[in-house]
């Protein structure tokens, strides 16, 4: 019986990657408890293709306790020569009745969120991509200090076409 259920799950874990043809890059930061206005999430990663274009992705997961409808994220791309590319980005997390968006079986949602698309890196080398949250409530100038339903940060690279 455990040798038949190791081999299920074997089998399992090699169907989920094998399905997976797209993914270059794909990684996640633990947040503990709250997501702190100061607490940068990095990511490392060596790209030596200049020439495919891919698409990237940012992954919130979030629970129940996240307050707000929307994410505001700076992120940061620092390219192998220095350069650093600064985008400050918006995103829709819940329905207007407070229903999570994302997908999820239990109260974790995972939301897969366009960061670039077709984009072509300019430099071969090692990049890291910086995620901040910059969450405002509405009217206020200060950020909040503390962000309440983030379990996870997670960045994604694809290949724009499969790879057979």
């Given at each position: 019986?455990?040798?038949?259920?190791?081999?299920?799950?074997?089998?399992?874990?090699?169907?989920?990657?094998?399905?997976?043809?797209?993914?270059?890059?794909?990684?996640?930061?633990?947040?503990?408890?709250?997501?702190?206005k100061?607490?940068?999430?990095?990511?490392?990663?060596?790209?030596?293709?200049?020439?495919?274009?891919y698409?990237?992705f940012?992954?919130?997961?979030?629970?129940?306790?996240?307050?707000?409808?929307?994410?505001?994220l700076?992120?940061?791309?620092?390219?192998?020569?220095?350069?650093?590319?600064?985008?400050?980005?918006?995103?829709?997390?819940?329905n207007?009745?407070?229903?999570?968006?994302?997908?999820?079986?239990?109260?974790?949602?995972?939301?897969?969120?366009?960061?670039?698309?077709?984009?072509?890196?300019?430099?071969?080398?090692?990049y890291?991509?910086?995620?901040?949250?910059?969450?405002?409530?509405?009217?206020?100038?200060?950020?909040v200090?503390?962000?309440?339903?983030?379990?996870?940060?997670?960045?994604?690279?694809?290949?724009?076409?499969?790879?057979?």
């Amino acid at each position: 019986m455990l040798i038949r259920n190791s081999l299920l799950a074997i089998g399992l874990l090699f169907l989920t990657a094998s399905c997976d043809k797209k993914r270059v890059f794909d990684d996640y930061k633990a947040i503990k408890g709250t997501w702190n206005k100061d607490s940068i999430v990095s990511f490392q990663f060596e790209q030596n293709d200049t020439v495919t274009p891919y698409n990237m992705f940012l992954n919130i997961r979030n629970n129940n306790d996240y307050p707000f409808n929307n994410i505001f994220l700076i992120v940061n791309l620092e390219q192998p020569n220095g350069v650093t590319v600064t985008d400050t980005l918006e995103y829709m997390m819940a329905n207007p009745d407070g229903s999570l968006l994302g997908k999820g079986f239990s109260d974790v949602k995972e939301s897969k969120l366009w960061y670039k698309e077709n984009e072509h890196f300019p430099k071969a080398g090692n990049y890291t991509v910086s995620i901040q949250q910059a969450v405002r409530k509405s009217g206020d100038i200060p950020g909040v200090e503390e962000l309440n339903g983030v379990t996870e940060v997670g960045f994604r690279i694809e290949s724009v076409e499969s790879k057979e």
